[in-house]
């Protein structure tokens, strides 16, 4: 073995057990469970490439890159699924599947997303709280998309309840309603345009490159198409998969 085959070996080494470092003292709080194109988490400066099955730990920074999907499955039964050019981190996760109750809290920084609560949401009442770039939302029993569209923010809910708190007021969302938020001030409650619903959902659809395309061209029918990956998702299958 020669003095360069000798550093590249040394390199390796140190560059293990530096990531090893990162992950000594963390915990496991889910997988990837589906992945399309690149999606990368980072802790402690070390990034890795996320495929199915691997394991999303405690601390973790979740990014996608372009036409990227990501849809991760925490726990307690929490599935997240992002869009293209997101990043999420999971700041607080309490859950013990012999104990009442548990603590979620997560940091959608960019990127539109889905949220389809597990057992810390559910009738036990555990307290889960979404931080958006634009409030903060809380959720329970609930499946709800958020992310920037025409021109605003958008939270649309699908299942459950969701109450959203900007700077500039709140407002409590029932199942199938939306709201938009635009400086920081939501509107009042309401349904939105079947063309929105469709718009949004496609952001966070696994599907083919052509799918993708045509829903980028705000095709509806393809749009469709594209979200019957969720068939079974309270308030999504019976919208979109039904025909």
Same mark, same amino acid.
């Given at each position: 073995?020669?003095?360069?085959?000798?550093?590249?070996?040394?390199?390796?080494?140190?560059?293990?057990?530096?990531?090893?470092?990162?992950?000594?003292?963390?915990?496991?709080?889910?997988?990837?469970?589906?992945?399309?194109?690149?999606?990368?988490?980072?802790?402690?400066?070390?990034?890795?490439?996320?495929?199915?099955?691997?394991?999303?730990?405690?601390?973790?920074?979740?990014?996608?890159?372009?036409?990227?999907?990501?849809?991760?499955?925490?726990?307690?039964?929490?599935?997240?699924?992002?869009?293209?050019?997101?990043?999420?981190?999971?700041?607080?996760?309490?859950?013990?599947?012999?104990?009442?109750?548990?603590?979620?809290?997560? =940091?959608?920084?960019?990127?539109?997303?889905?949220?389809? @609560? /597990?057992? *810390?949401? #559910?009738?036990? !009442?555990?307290? $889960?709280?979404?931080?958006?770039?634009?409030? =903060?939302?809380?959720?329970?029993?609930?499946?709800?998309? @958020? /992310?920037? *569209?025409? #021109?605003?923010? !958008?939270?649309? $809910?699908?299942?459950?309840?969701?109450?959203? =708190?900007?700077?500039?007021?709140?407002?409590?969302?029932?199942? /199938?309603?939306?709201?938009?938020?635009?400086?920081?001030?939501?509107?009042?409650?309401?349904?939105?345009?079947?063309?929105?619903?469709?718009?949004?959902?496609?952001?966070?659809?696994?599907?083919?490159?052509?799918?993708?395309?045509?829903?980028?061209?705000?095709?509806?029918?393809?749009?469709?198409?594209?979200?019957?990956?969720?068939?079974?998702?309270?308030?999504?299958?019976?919208?979109?998969?039904?025909?």
């Amino acid at each position: 073995m020669n003095l360069r085959s000798v550093a590249v070996a040394l390199g390796f080494i140190v560059s293990t057990a530096v990531a090893g470092a990162a992950y000594a003292n963390q915990v496991i709080v889910g997988a990837a469970s589906k992945v399309q194109l690149q999606v990368q988490a980072s802790l402690s400066n070390q990034i890795r490439e996320l495929r199915p099955a691997e394991a999303i730990w405690f601390g973790d920074a979740l990014t996608t890159g372009s036409g990227a999907r990501l849809e991760a499955k925490l726990g307690d039964g929490t599935v997240l699924t992002l869009g293209e050019k997101a990043r999420i981190t999971v700041d607080e996760f309490v859950y013990d599947p012999k104990v009442v109750g548990g603590k979620l809290d997560v =940091t959608v920084h960019t990127g539109a997303f889905l949220f389809v @609560g /597990g057992k *810390i949401e #559910g009738p036990t !009442g555990g307290n $889960v709280t979404i931080n958006t770039p634009v409030g =903060t939302l809380g959720v329970r029993g609930t499946t709800v998309w @958020g /992310g920037y *569209i025409d #021109g605003g923010y !958008g939270v649309l $809910v699908l299942d459950g309840e969701v109450s959203v =708190t900007t700077l500039e007021g709140q407002v409590l969302l029932q199942k /199938g309603q939306g709201t938009m938020v635009y400086h920081n001030r939501p509107s009042q409650p309401g349904t939105w345009p079947k063309d929105r619903v469709t718009r949004a959902v496609a952001t966070i659809s696994f599907g083919t490159k052509k799918a993708q395309g045509s829903a980028k061209r705000k095709s509806a029918s393809a749009a469709q198409s594209a979200t019957c990956f969720v068939d079974g998702v309270p308030g999504l299958s019976s919208i979109f998969c039904a025909n």
